[in-house]
């Protein structure tokens, strides 16, 4: 029976709004402001609030007392009670927590400032200061004067500089604030690290009076010869722009309309589809008024068909892994390519063509590097256990996060599925909450699929069968579920006696199975949190997921071991998530090597 389900109208909310996002900024003329950033924690946010507790912000005089004035000592008598140039540095991107020591644990305000000159390379020419993330809530203010806020940790945001820039001496000032709420996205309570602080690349990037902001240039979800997509520049324009894709002989030119908008739409012919055997990257040249700047687009094809994933018209069984955002060597958030390309070091060797992102979007550099390395990814927003889910603002700002990521990753060929959320319970609320974003999301971009990590429910008189009973699984693609059989449900043994009822005819992915293990302790198959427990774990699992008809892949809990304040037993968590199958010190547990072998012979 379809269930028909009531879409509620929800109209956009100012504060999340970021409909101007530019993207691909690696191919534009930018300047970085990575580096050493003076700063200061105010966990009173006294930088913010007067001491009636309104903020500076809505003063008609602005105060010195504001952080953002970035005020300095004129006089003897002047009484200035902050200073940035003498505060601390910390390094751009990076996060605060595994910086000083003193903020490890720390969730508050810390102040950001960076002082600098800037050349302008045209007279006509626009200014953008770019950041890659900042969790979680960025007020940015520059020469003194907001630019804006942006809320959300994990996704890209822009604001414009052009009449602010000044040729010397411009100070950027952004208040950063990591508090978890209630009715946030994620909410609360979460098993990871609440890293804090700007956590990704800032830039300014330059662009001419008009330019193209933003494009999708992919296969058409039913024609692998036909490429769909679209122009659109800043600005109102009707003009010309070229799509030149030199390796195929394609020189096309589209008209924007009066809103600087053009459907894009040609046939391609002797294409090489991107695949994890061959992730063929084509050089796109756009060009716009004799400016241009170049993509490295894969095209390719992915489908449902009956419980089948099909890659560019064959069945492809998705051999995967979880992973956070984290380098954990280090422990702290990864954020450069050189932490990617480790990462995906680790996912080939254990055999990989598939990862999920968990459990928010990850840095652009790791969509890149799985286009070059031809892993199909799962991204996902952070719409995460128990979100507030009848609250309009927490939707608003669960849309803009997923309108960001589509925004800015709808080029990489290597993005398959989008996920709207992990775990989270089977309520009215939920379901309108998820099926508007799934809505969202088809409406943005219809070439991928969609799941969730759902939950599954035990049957019969000894609850050994497993099964969905979850309304949204009509509306995704790919049906999927994380299922702890053995550890925090029963014994490794109970998985043999596992029966499967999925009555959906869809393809199902486990998005997590998997076991605490410390890297180095040693027992036997039934001894918690030895090497050899995980292993058997695993093995025990994959015979249970070889029953189950409409398989069509699998991403285990975890590949790395992960920082989580909620994993305190001593000796063997100590603050980290056991689960993975790399140590945080980088080593190989026994585990590793059951998965690789079994994605050896799949
Ligand atoms: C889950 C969550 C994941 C946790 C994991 C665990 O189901 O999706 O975020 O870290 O279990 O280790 O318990």
Redesign the pocket.
């Known amino acids: 029976m379809r269930i028909l389900i009531l879409i509620s109208i929800i109209t956009s909310f100012q504060l999340f709004s970021q409909t101007n996002l530019i993207i691909n900024t690696e191919a534009r003329n930018t300047t970085s402001l990575n580096g050493s950033w003076h700063y200061i924690v105010d966990p009173y946010e006294n930088g913010y609030y007067d001491y009636r507790y309104t903020p500076f912000d809505h003063y008609k005089i602005p105060s010195r007392g504001a952080y953002y004035m970035n005020a300095k000592k004129q006089n003897k008598s002047d009484r200035i009670e902050y200073n940035f140039d003498k505060s601390d540095v910390i390094s751009v991107p990076g996060d605060w927590n595994s910086q000083k020591e003193n903020l490890f644990y720390y969730e508050g305000t810390v102040w950001y400032k960076t002082s600098f000159d800037y050349k302008k390379t045209g007279a006509q020419n626009r200014q953008f200061v770019y950041f890659g993330a900042v969790n979680y809530i960025a007020e940015v203010y520059l020469n003194g004067k907001k630019l804006g806020t942006h809320v959300g940790g994990f996704t890209p945001f822009n604001f414009e500089i052009t009449d602010l820039l000044k040729e010397k001496d411009n100070f950027l000032v952004v208040k950063v604030d990591n508090k978890r709420a209630a009715d946030a996205v994620p909410t609360l309570n ?3 690290w609440n890293y804090g602080g700007i956590t990704r690349d800032v830039k300014i990037i330059e662009t001419p009076a008009n330019f193209i902001r933003d494009y999708k240039i992919q296969l058409d979800k039913n024609n692998n010869k036909l490429v769909k997509g679209f122009i659109q520049l800043d600005n109102n324009e009707a003009t010309d722009v070229t799509i030149q894709i030199d390796e195929l002989n394609i020189s096309e030119i589209v008209k924007t309309d009066n809103s600087g908008y053009a459907e894009v739409n040609f046939g391609i012919n002797n294409l090489e589809y991107w695949s994890p055997e061959n992730p063929k990257l084509y050089t796109v040249k756009l060009t716009h008024n004799n400016s241009s700047f170049k993509d490295h687009i894969g095209f390719r094809t992915i489908k449902v068909e009956g419980t089948k994933v099909i890659l560019n018209d064959e069945p492809i069984f998705l051999k995967g892994i979880c992973l956070h955002e984290e380098f954990a060597p280090e422990g702290r958030r990864a954020n450069s390519e050189k932490d990617a390309i480790q990462l995906f070091d680790w996912l080939k060797e254990l055999g990989c063509n598939y990862v999920r992102l ?2 928010y979007p990850h840095n652009e550099y790791m969509l890149r590097e799985a286009d070059r390395r031809g892993i199909m990814v799962w991204e996902e927003i952070p719409v ?1 256990w128990t979100i507030a889910w009848k609250n309009k603002s927490t939707y608003n700002n669960a849309e803009n996060q997923l309108v960001e990521t589509v925004t800015r990753d709808k080029n990489r060929a290597s993005l398959i599925i989008y996920s709207m959320a ?2 989270t319970p089977n309520s009215d609320a939920r379901l309108r909450f998820l099926t508007n974003l799934a809505y969202k999301t088809r409406e943005m971009d219809d070439t991928r699929l969609i799941s969730a ?1 759902l939950e599954l429910h035990a049957q019969g008189k000894e609850r050994l069968i497993r099964t969905i009973v979850d309304p949204f699984a009509e509306v995704v693609d790919i049906l999927s579920f ?1 299922l ?1 059989l053995g550890w ?1 449900d029963g014994r490794p043994d109970k998985c043999s006696k596992i029966e499967w009822k999925i009555k959906y005819n869809k393809p199902v992915t486990v998005s ?1 199975f ?1 076991a605490g293990a410390k890297y180095g302790f040693h027992g036997d198959n039934e001894t918690v949190w030895s090497e050899e427990f995980q292993a058997h774990l695993y093995e025990e699992n994959l015979k249970m997921f070889d029953r189950l008809d409409q398989l069509a892949g699998l991403s285990p ?2 590949l790395v071991d992960f920082r ?1 304040p909620r994993r305190v037993l001593p000796e063997i968590q100590d603050g980290w ?1 056991r ?1 993975g199958l790399i140590s945080d010190k980088g080593e190989k547990k026994e585990a590793f090597y059951i998965l690789q072998k079994a994605y050896k012979n799949k």
Do not use: P
């Open positions: 979460t098993d990871w968990a459990h995460y992990n775990e990590a994380n702890y925090y997590e998997g809990w975890i989580s998530n689960k």
